[in-house]
Structures are given as C-alpha cells and as structure tokens.
C-alpha cells in the first residue's frame, strides 16, 4: 500500500513537472509578460524598466532552470505581479478555495444522491424523468450563465444572498451551489445505475423477504454497495472544483486559487500559473488516490496493488 | 395559473422594494463604492502604470502641480510658485502647511528625496523612465525652495511633475534596518492627497477615508471602498443591488441598456483614447509591397467610413478624426490633408498605383472586434483582400516586435496626458516597433518638439509633423473613444474633457 501511494505521489510529480515546464514555453512563446505588466499603452522605456526588474531579458532556459533550482529548494520564486513569495500568495487563497469547493461538494451531493436513489426506486416512471431532466440541465448550462442567473434571481431581485465576495458563509451558497450542479449529473447517474444493479441482486432479494422495504431497504443494504463507484467519482470531482473555481470564483470575485489563476494567466505571471499548475496536478492526483484507498476500505473485495 | 401569479407578484413586490433600498446605499453611509475590474495590488504610483492605478493616485496622492483638464494650464498645487531661471533649471518654491498622512510635514528635503529616488540605479520605479528622460538632479535650496536641473531642454517637465511623480517622505523607499525597499510604499502607502488608506487587501479591496488636514479642496464624500470584481456581469449586479455605485469601462450596450433602469445612470464622457490603422509604408513585411506605394496608403484611407464607425461602433462621445492624435491634446492640429471617405476615389487611387485588382493584406486587431470587421469589410469593398487577424493584445505585440504586421488596428490612450508628445513620440521616434513609417526626417522633426520649452515653436513642429503623417499617409485615423461610465442616480461625477476619472471630485445629489 506504501508503495502504491508513494509510485502514485512520484506520478504526480512527474506531471507537474512535465505541465510546468511546458506551461513555462508556452506562456513565454505566446506572450511577452512585460507587455503584459505595463498594460496596453506600454512606451519602450516601461516595458525596458520591467524586463529590467523581474530579468525578463535572460534566456529562456535559464530563467526555466533558474525556476527549478528554486522549486528543489522549496523556493517557487517571486510573483512578477504581487510582489511577493507565490507560495505564501498561493498558501494565502487555499482556504477559501478549499471551503468552496468542499461546500460545492456538499452540494452535489444533497442534491444528486437523493435524486439519484428516487429515480432508481422508480426507474422509467416520471420521477426518473425529472431526475434525468435535473441532471441533463446541470449538465448543459454552462457554469457562468447559471452564475449570473442566481445572482439576478437571489442577490437582485430578492436580496437574500450578498452578491459577490466571500466575507460570510452567505457569500458562499450561491457560488457553491453553482461550483456543484455541474457535478450533480454524473454522481446522480452513477447512484441511480448502482442502486438498479443492486436493488436487483440475490441479497436485496434476501433483505425484502426479511421484510425490509423503502427507505431502511436502501439506506441499510443498498446504497452500501452501490456508493462505491460514487465515492471514486466524488473524490474526482472534489479535484475538478479546484480547476473548476476559476469561472465561478471569478464571478463572484472570491479570492481563492482560482481567481488567482485567471488572474495569472491573464497577466502571464508566469511564477504564479506554474505553482498553481502544480497544485491542481498534486490535488488532481492525490484525490484519484484518495478515491482508491476509500473503495479499498468500503469493499474488501478490492485490492490494491 | 393561480401560483404563477403569486409567484411573479412576490417576484415584482420583491424587485420593486429592493430599488430604492439599493439606489441609496452609498449615500446613505457616505460612502463611495467604486468597482475596478484590473486589480490594485500596488499602491504607490511611481511604481505602476494602468488607468486604475492613475485613478487611485488622483485620491491618495499630490504633487507639485495639478493641471486642469478643462483648460490644460497647470497649477500650483504642492508647490506654491515656480521660476525657469534657465532652459534646464527650474526653482520652485513649496506651499506651507502641507502634511502627509502619517502626519509628518512636508518639507523641500521630501520633494527633493523623492524625485532624485525615482531616477536613482536603485528605483527601479515605472516612472524612471519618463523622468529620467530630463531630470538631472534636484537641490534643496531652503525649507521650502527646490532647485531641479535638467540634462536638457524638455517641455513636457511640468507635465510629468504633475502627473508621473508622486511625493513621499524622505526614506519612505528605505527599511528599518537603512537597506533599499522599493516596495514599502506598495501596500502602506503615505501620500498626501485627498484620501487617506484606511486598509488594503491586494486584489480585493481599498478602504480610504477622507483626510482632514488636506491641504487643498476637501472632498465632498466622507468614505472610498474601492472593490475588485473581475467580472463585468458581476459589477452589474452589485450595481442593481446597491453594493456598487461606480464602474467605468462599460461595453456601450450593457450601459445604454442598464442606463435606462432606475438603480443606474449612464454617463458618456471624452477618453484621450484614439484608434487608428498603422501601415507598413516602411515595407518591413514586404520590401516591394502595396504599403510602400502612398497612393495605395492614400487609397486605405479614402476607404473608411470613420463617421458610421464612431457613431455605431464606439457610441457615446466617440468621433470620427483625421488627424494622428486627439484633437484635445496639445499640439494636435486638425488643419492638415485629410481622407474623406471615399471608396469610388479609393479604387481610383488603386488603379493609379497599379493595384486595380486589388491585394491580399493581413490586418491585426485586438480590441473592438466590431469595428475591427467594418475596417475589414470597408477595405474589402474597395477591393482589398483583407485577412483579418484579430488576435490578444500580446499576440499583436510580439509580432509587431519581430516586425511581422503590415498593417494593424491600434488604439493608444496617451497615459491621459492632453500633449501630442504623449502620441507622436512613441509612434513615429526611431527606435519604436510601432513606428513604420521608415520615415527618419519625421522622426527628427518629431523628437525636435521636445527640445524646445516654447509652446509656439512646437506647436509648429507638430503641425509640420502631422502634416507630413497625413500627406504620406502612414496612417489611416480612425476615431476618438468614448468612456462609459455606470453610477448610482444619487451620483453627482463631473466628467473630465481629458478623460480621466476624477472620484475625489463626485458628491450626492
């Protein structure tokens, strides 16, 4: 098992590296990040002055192998537009970042979960249809419309919920109920499949001539078994709202990583994209390996090797 | 039926009773709530560049003189009189009863510090630049007198003390421990404008708040919260819900049609920002080809329709110019050859030049899409294949440098100064990228109106300068820009014929 997670933490780190050093040629061969930092009516003299400060005018490989030396040395240097430590800008954002995406992650599945075992009790019967309306929906509206369009309805219109920012947990409920409808299709689809496969296996069978019905039937000796793919799949999605904050946290300008990331890459601060980029990946691949251990604990069936 | 009803009443009473809870949110706590989509992430001015940051530095910052939009005259402001003792020497005296916001008085040892910092080998301050330019060295000549000496002649110097040098306090760029921090005045900043910082979360939010001992015109409203919000959707919707009372930089539709709601009014001002179409008549791209040929560069012109553009495209103020520059800005004549559109002379200058079937021609754009398609589409119709190539600003950028854009849609704003300098210099001086016209007389004649002080004498530069531009045809202009601004009703926000957005200057209705 150590040895799978430690192969596993190695692979991630490959990945990270292999997408930094290519995030780092072609942020610099598509743009100029002096341009970038002096704006649109950069003069000649400011766009000297910045490559002067932050050494753009180096060569390209030895600013890459400048960066790395500093990575190896737990140093991810300096962000051209923050002026300060990317680590300690990044360390700064993750919390709410982290409470987003949790948060988004709650939501997903107080909705899809439930929704999910509904359709599955009464496959093919105008529940399952709504259910497969709910998630067809989450699934086509993109994540910036739905955004705007609980804003309008619920910041607007009837004020209940601030419209942007991330003070207090209200500013949260908006923005995490957007982050976790796009989540909503998969994990409903994936517990109604379950539960189906289940609800008409030899043990459910057992179970029903005990006398177990409705709701004790599922929640004892269903879902058990059918929330194993749903567990692998929650876990993925729990490293997709990291990636995915970057529109939603854009809208309703919540400082975490994603907005950071946007932020970089608009303004090619390139010390920045690069230690978010190994963040994403490190998170991406630490959660498949968190899904993996969790089916290895719900099912001794499973074995990893 | 019934619950619709219901649902769209509740929905409506909802609505209605929100608007003017909303519309006199900032009014109420005297407090501006202004919405920034660039972030802040530094506070001192001599060490940035964007419209934002001027923005800001008009609230929290002075300077030695102010120069007033309406007649372009400059003003005392942190000094009290000036003296030209030479071409390159200049005495000026300070007001009295100046104080910073830490509470310090400001002296002639402040100024001096300052300015000799900023073009310091240690600086490395965006001001330098511009200021090192002309500045020699500064010389305290008593509590309150300062003597500047130039390396040369240059007529833009009360300009840039006006506008590119923000005062600090002696040391300010200097830590604790005596060594260099370039950076200390980024997020605690001591000004000695108007608004005092009260906080400062980089990227988030700037409080300021009023600063009593300020020596000139206090402001009318007590309280700034400058917010960061990237989305322009989302400043909208703070502004329905009273959390914004001020966003500029309003694509026209989205204002014109919010403008007419009762939570918002649509303001349409100037903007020094002017487009235009750049033209390789250097033959960078091409040694031989169409550009070169100034009938051809002549028949680009006559080709526009600058009018419907300006008037459709860009909205509000926007205007049509046939002139290298903004007709506000000093120096900028509209009294020489201009190209009426005209696409039947258009093609007749083509067939002249010997391209009556027309030519294939990339042309680069990064902003204005729809105007970009009109230029594409007003060339096309005189029969220029056009290949448009509309592409980041970087993008264009970095092609441009490596000389590979025979022709572009460009926009400049001149950094809000009103002085064709702020235009010429960096388009037609030799050793821009953005110059290629490939003309050196032009770029001598050009560099001439910075080495006389005499407003005259490069009034007349300029004027031959333009109309060498105009006469060969180096570029085709195309129009002023217009700002749209969005504020809260109650907002009273004078708009400034330079452009530049004044906030210590709005008050309640």
Not at chain 2, 384 to 397: E, F, G, M, P
């Amino acid at each position: 098992m150590l040895r799978y997670i430690l192969q596993r933490g190695a692979l991630a780190l490959a990945v990270a590296f292999t997408v930094s050093l290519a995030t780092f040629f072609l942020l610099n061969v598509a743009t100029d990040p002096a341009y970038a930092i002096a704006g649109e009516d950069a003069t000649p003299e400011m766009l000297a002055q910045i490559r002067d400060t932050y050494g753009l005018d180096r060569p390209l490989a030895t600013r890459y192998f400048d960066w790395l030396g500093g990575v190896l040395t737990g140093n991810f240097g300096e962000s051209y537009y923050w002026n300060k430590p990317v680590a300690e800008l990044v360390a700064s954002r993750a919390p709410t970042t982290i409470a987003l995406a949790l948060s988004a992650l709650s939501v997903t599945i107080l909705i899809s979960i439930p929704l999910g075992a509904w359709a599955a009790l009464k496959p093919n019967s105008w529940a399952d249809r709504f259910a497969l309306g709910v998630a067809v929906s989450a699934q086509a509206v993109p994540n910036f419309w739905l955004g705007l369009i609980m804003i309008i309805l619920f910041s607007v219109t009837i004020p209940i919920f601030p419209v942007s920012g991330d003070d207090t947990w209200l500013h949260f409920v908006l923005p995490a109920f957007v982050l976790g409808a796009s989540s909503v299709p998969a994990v409903m689809r994936l517990t109604r499949t379950g539960l189906i496969e289940v609800m008409d296996s030899d043990y459910i069978r057992t179970a029903r001539s005990k006398g177990f019905r409705g709701m004790p039937l599922l929640t004892r000796h269903a879902m058990r078994n059918a929330i194993l793919p749903v567990v692998s799949v929650l876990a993925v999605q729990l490293g997709q709202k990291f990636g995915g904050s970057v529109i939603t946290e854009s809208i309703f300008a919540i400082n975490g990583l994603g907005r950071l990331a946007l932020e970089s890459i608009l303004g090619s601060d390139i010390p920045t994209v690069q230690m978010l980029i190994f963040v994403f990946a490190l998170v991406f691949v630490a959660m498949n390996l968190l899904a993996d251990i969790l089916n290895a604990a719900l099912d001794p069936r499973i074995r990893i090797g | 039926m019934l619950k619709t009803t219901v649902a769209a009443t509740a929905l409506c009473t909802a609505f209605a009773s929100a608007v003017p809870h909303a519309a006199q949110a900032g009014k109420n706590d005297d407090t501006l709530r202004v919405a920034l989509a660039e972030e802040i992430l530094n506070l001192d001015y001599n060490y940035t560049t964007k419209r934002e940051y001027i923005i800001m530095a008009e609230l929290t910052d002075a300077t030695l003189f102010d120069l007033d939009p309406e007649t372009q005259e400059f003003a005392p402001a942190v000094a009290s009189d000036w003296e030209w003792v030479d071409d390159t020497t200049l005495n000026v005296d300070l007001r009295e009863g100046v104080t910073f916001h830490d509470g310090s008085e400001l002296s002639a040892e402040d100024v001096a510090y300052t300015y000799n910092w900023i073009v310091s080998d240690e600086s490395e301050a965006q001001a330098k630049g511009t200021i090192e330019r002309w500045l020699e060295t500064v010389e305290v000549t008593g509590d309150l007198s300062l003597r500047f000496h130039l390396k040369s002649v240059y007529p833009l110097v009360l300009r840039d003390m006006a506008q590119r040098v923000k005062l600090r306090p002696e040391g300010a760029y200097e830590a604790e421990d005596g060594s260099v921090d370039e950076s200390a005045m980024a997020t605690d900043l001591v000004g000695a404008g108007p608004y005092k910082v009260v906080s400062f979360e980089p990227g988030q939010e700037v409080v300021l708040e009023r600063f009593e001992e300020y020596w000139g015109e206090a402001p009318a409203i007590e309280n700034v919260v400058v917010r960061n919000l990237p989305d322009i959707g989302t400043q909208q919707a703070e502004l329905m819900a009273g959390g914004v009372d001020w966003m500029f930089k309003v694509p026209l539709d989205v204002a014109e049609s919010l403008g007419n709601m009762p939570q918002a009014a649509h303001l349409s001002g100037p903007d020094l920002r002017v487009g235009f179409l750049v033209l390789d008549a250097a033959g960078y791209t091409d040694e031989d080809g169409p550009l070169t040929n100034v009938k051809v560069r002549q028949a680009v012109n006559h080709a526009l329709n600058r009018e419907e553009m300006a008037e459709y495209l860009i909205g509000g103020s926007a205007k049509p110019i046939y002139t290298p520059c903004h007709p506000a800005q000093f120096g900028c004549t509209e009294d020489i050859p201009a190209y009426p559109y005209d696409p039947e002379k258009s093609k007749a200058l083509l067939e002249e030049a010997g391209y009556g079937d027309g030519f294939q021609m990339d042309l680069w754009a990064y902003r204005d899409k729809p105007a970009a398609e009109a230029i594409a589409a007003d060339l096309e119709a005189v029969g220029i294949d056009v290949n448009l190539r509309y592409v980041k600003l970087a993008s264009l950028n970095q092609a441009r440098a490596q000389r590979e854009i025979p022709a572009y849609f460009g926009t400049w704003g001149s950094g809000g100064t009103a002085d064709t300098a702020a235009i010429a210099r960096v388009h037609f001086a030799g050793d821009s990228d953005r110059n290629l016209s490939g003309d050196g007389q032009l770029t001598e004649t050009v560099l001439s109106a910075e080495q006389t002080a005499d407003p005259e004498e490069r009034k007349k530069i300029y004027e031959e300068a333009l109309t060498t531009i105009a006469e060969q045809a180096y570029w085709a202009p195309l129009f002023s820009y217009s700002q749209n601004y969005l504020v809260n009703p109650d907002l009273e926000f004078p708009l400034s014929p330079d452009g530049l957005p004044r906030l210590d200057k709005a008050s309640w209705k």
